[in-house]
């Protein structure tokens, strides 16, 4: 059977509520638009501030990053022209025991000595 148990819950309640002014409504949303707005767009600038200031940040730590880069290019210059320095030494002393070697030699020809 129908009882009173039987409505649904819901039945009866939307003519309870109140008619909804639609200017009241725009004049609250206006409101509250112009009560939180000047903070959001406070909040904006602020946020785009900071980003803009990251970027600046970013690219000067690029820039840093690059010149140390540069450095240790340089330093393994300087360090291949020392090593290169050092095997050209090596290569002279090599070059004058050889010179020195060939006139003993000769010397030794000229003496009639035979090797």
Sequence with gaps: G???NDASPDEGVVDDLPLIDEKAVEQLTK???SYYLPDLQQSKS???ELTQNQVVLLETLEQEISKFKECNWI???N???SEAKHY???LVN???EMMMLHEKTSKLKV???NI
Excluded: E, V, W, Y
Aim: hydrophobic share 45%; proline share 4%; no cysteine.
């Design 31 to 33: 409101g509250l638009i």
């Design 79 to 81: 360090a291949l022209f």
């Design 94 to 96: 090599i070059r004058n």
């Design 46 to 48: 602020a946020l785009q």
């Design 88 to 90: 050209h030494n090596k």
């Design 111 to 113: 003496s009639g000595i």
């Design 2 to 4: 129908t009882g009173p």
């Design 75 to 77: 330093l393994d210059i």
